[in-house]
């Protein structure tokens, strides 16, 4: 009976005894349900959207597949249990759990980080295997381990299959700010504009200081802000250009590939080209056997994994995690940090990771970062990270992890779901920097830093 529900929702979810499900499990009860696991899903939906989203009614179609899955589900847990399950019953049993299962993720993926939140998974694994195989015992009278285990494979097969997808069902569009077309570089300036940039990159690599005889490593700088459609990216790449070349004394050795609609002549333009090129030239001024590249990129991201390059109407290529990991190798640099400022950053890190190599991403890599907007100067992780971090940090592992705690008490203020910026931190290179950080250090940007703050 209906009167009896909430009682039985409660002493399910709470892993008790449930008699007379048959009773409960109704086609209305099962209507009820079932709106309720929709309402409770488009309300972490809108939760975790920003704020400037908009609504995406094709968005629903995304449903079809996680729906099918349920009842697919449903329909094997009644056929595979002995005595026979009642297909409503084996229904009722999963969408009572839905709901609250929904919620624990929401506020995982929200309030934990890395090991935190992998402890958090499994904890909320086990409650859900612990709950079918005590729901089905209490239904059925016996214990259903066929039944259990083909709902555990069915569920972690349609887990691996959305992660790896990225099928993510959502009613709100976060709309990229850029997505427009830009008829602003004509034929007449882009062909010219094109056939310049070998020069461009030549006159730049020549007004860089060779590494010279120094007994230690030298840092090698090198910007990269990949759409032009938004000064943010070219100004954050300037502000990492001015915090490292103070804290790491490469002011004398960078080299800043800028895409900014403002100004086409200041910089050469940012393009896989350019950044093939440049990196071969500067190799030529470095011993790639001891110094290290310092290698800052920022622009919208993908999941693919791929970097926006854009430039009014030019013919431009994309960034992939192939194609950098290829142009770095071309390069013969040995010693890396590489900066990633962009949605999905962190997909870039398995491509590139070594133990030679620092790898910092603004964001997983299922997860969007924010701040990328015409009207702002810096991301939100450019402020946490290059801003307010790395010019008094003591190390670059300090730099990441105080601007990842900043940046997630930003995003949890705003109710936006976390970036979780990502780093990895290869030994050998660590050891390196441990030297240089101590020569550099206590001569950080505290001067720009106050100025900044006080913009």
Not at 321 to 343: M, T
């Amino acid at each position: 009976m209906q009167s009896e529900l909430p009682s039985t929702l409660y002493r399910l979810l709470t892993l008790r005894r449930v008699e007379a499900l048959d009773a409960v499990a109704s086609e209305r009860v099962i209507a009820m349900l079932g709106a309720v696991a929709l309402a409770v899903w488009a309300a972490i939906d809108r939760l975790g959207a920003s704020a400037d989203a908009q609504l995406d009614i094709y968005g629903i179609s995304g449903l079809c597949l996680p729906i099918l899955a349920i009842l697919a589900l449903a329909f094997l847990i009644a056929r595979r249990s002995r005595p026979r399950l009642l297909y409503r019953q084996a229904l009722l049993l999963l969408l009572a759990v839905i709901p609250p299962l929904m919620i624990a993720g929401a506020l995982i993926d929200r309030f934990l980080w890395h090991s935190a939140a992998v402890v958090a998974q499994l904890l909320v694994l086990a409650y859900a295997v612990l709950y079918l195989a005590r729901a089905l015992r209490s239904s059925t009278g016996a214990a259903q381990p066929r039944a259990l285990l083909l709902a555990l494979v069915l569920l972690l097969g349609y887990g691996w299959l959305a992660e790896g997808a990225s099928l993510y069902p959502s009613l709100w569009l976060t709309p990229e700010a850029g997505d427009a077309d830009d008829d602003t570089t004509s034929p007449a300036v882009a062909e010219p504009l094109l056939f310049d940039q070998r020069s461009r990159l030549d006159d730049a690599l020549d007004a860089i200081a060779p590494s010279g005889e120094a007994a230690g490593p030298a840092v090698f700088f090198v910007g990269f802000a990949g759409v032009a459609e938004q000064k943010v990216f070219a100004e954050e790449i300037k502000l990492a250009a001015h915090v490292v070349g103070r804290r790491y004394g490469t002011t004398s050795r960078e080299l800043l590939l800028i895409n900014d609609r403002r100004d086409l002549d200041a910089y050469p333009l940012a393009s896989l080209s350019g950044l093939t090129y440049a990196l071969q030239g500067l190799a030529d001024k470095m011993n790639v056997e001891r110094d290290i590249l310092f290698l800052a990129l920022s622009s919208h991201g993908s999941a693919d994994p791929q970097l926006s390059v854009s430039n009014g109407t030019l013919p431009l290529e994309q960034i992939t995690a192939g194609n950098l990991a290829s142009a770095l190798a071309e390069s013969g640099i040995q010693w890396r940090v590489i900066v990633i400022s962009a949605c999905y950053a962190g997909a870039f890190i398995d491509a590139l990771k070594n133990d030679r190599t620092i790898l910092i991403a603004a964001a997983d890599v299922d997860r969007t970062s924010f701040g990328c907007s015409d009207d702002r100067d810096l991301t939100y992780f450019g402020e946490a990270f290059y801003r307010d971090s790395l010019p008094h940090a003591a190390s670059l592992r300090q730099a990441f992890g105080l601007a990842a705690q900043a940046i997630s008490k930003r995003e949890t203020l705003e109710h936006v779901t976390p970036s979780k910026p990502q780093a990895f931190f290869g030994p050998d290179i660590e050891r390196v920097l441990a030297t240089l950080e101590s020569a550099h250090v206590d001569g950080a940007t505290h001067a720009y830093t106050t100025r900044t703050s006080a913009h």
